[in-house]
């Protein structure tokens, strides 16, 4: 006979597994009496599992729906099929699961079996996803995100490689505050020990160095919206060139086009909104304007107004030269036999 705390769990993980159970099926699948069970799901009771009883002849036990979720009991399969599952969803940069996703593979990989990490490591290594990669987008390994997400937890200071966007790799020490993610990469938002000063970096240039630590008393954040500050900082504060536009449509309709690595918006009124945006130049800007499909007028700075005009007279002088060189003459009709005659003439050219 099982002992009473491993008897619960087993019955635990029954309940789990089926929607209904009669009490003698519970019994025999325990080895215990009817009364045996009772007692135990009275215990589960007591530790905050809503277990179900319907009487009679064909009643049994449910395990029901409570305010808070209780521990899930998986076995091996199972804890190996979830945990694929959230490596999934956290690497391919599911929208809205992404960031519960690595709080939750976190969790569960803390209290995985070393053979079952095996089994795991090995369905990942040799499984290519074809799944849908936003623009842009880059895979991200969630065994760093996961690292990452510990830190952050435990207050722990940082020491990994980065590489920036020109390619140039350093060794950074920071003290890690959260990961952001959005539909198309996540950030480390941490701050920065060497330069004295909040910091964000792509998670798909960090490579970690442990160990980590030591622990650290945690910093007060950078801002009460992590998100509309990683937004800024990769959007406008990162590019040499930054811009206010206005947009001449409703913020609602413009954030269906403009993500946050695009930019920030903020309403202006119910028919306009103000967007605070970058790029590398003043002429990548006016093309990435153009390419929202908005009306828009620019605000600040002067100088991308005056890139806009050089850019809408190469434009009108492309179009008068298309003009002047007009366009060929459609080819006459040909006849079945091939011949280039004009129909209804019998010498192939018009009447005169």
Not at 22 to 31: F, H, I, T
Not at 37 to 54: C, F, H, I, K, T
Not at 155 to 169: A, K, N, Q, V
Not at 180 to 200: H, I, M, N, S
């Amino acid at each position: 006979m099982l002992e009473t705390s491993a008897r619960l769990l087993r019955l635990l993980s029954l309940l789990q597994a089926h929607r209904e159970w009669s009490g003698p099926a519970l019994a025999e699948r325990l080895g215990v009496t009817p009364r045996t069970v009772r007692r135990d799901v009275e215990r589960l009771r007591e530790l905050g599992y809503p277990v179900n009883a319907s009487p009679g002849t064909g009643g049994g036990y449910q395990l029901g729906a409570g305010a808070q979720l209780p521990p899930l009991l998986l076995d091996d399969d199972e804890a190996v099929a979830v945990a694929v599952g959230l490596r999934t969803a956290a690497g391919q940069g599911v929208e809205g699961i992404g960031e519960s996703s690595v709080r939750a593979l976190s969790k569960l990989e803390q209290v995985l079996p070393g053979r079952l990490r095996h089994r795991v490591g090995a369905l990942n290594a040799f499984t290519v996803p074809m799944l849908h990669t936003a623009r842009g987008g880059t895979t991200v390994d969630p065994s760093v995100l996961t690292e990452l997400a510990a830190v952050c937890r435990d207050s722990e200071r940082l020491r990994f490689d980065y590489r920036d966007h020109g390619g140039s790799e350093s060794r950074r020490v920071v003290e890690p505050h959260r990961l952001v993610c959005t539909e198309r990469r996540w950030y480390l938002v941490a701050w920065d020990l060497d330069r004295a000063d909040w910091r964000t970096f792509r998670v798909d240039r960090v490579t970690p160095r442990p160990p980590h630590g030591p622990r650290v008393v945690p910093r007060t954040p950078p801002a009460d919206d992590l998100a509309a500050f990683v937004s800024r900082g990769v959007s406008t504060r990162a590019w040499a060139q930054q811009a206010t536009v206005r947009l001449h449509v409703p913020l609602a309709e413009a954030a269906q086009r403009v993500t946050p690595s695009d930019g920030t918006l903020e309403a202006e009124t119910e028919d306009t909104c103000l967007l605070r945006t970058g790029a590398g130049s003043a002429e990548f800007m006016v093309f990435h304007l153009m390419f929202l499909g908005f009306d828009f007028e620019v605000l600040d700075p002067v100088e991308l107004s005056e890139q806009m005009r050089s850019v809408r007279d190469r434009l009108s002088r492309a179009l008068d030269r298309g003009d002047r060189s007009g366009r060929p003459e459609p080819a006459a009709p040909r006849t079945r036999d091939g011949a280039g005659r004009t129909p209804g003439t019998p010498s192939g050219y018009g009447a005169a």
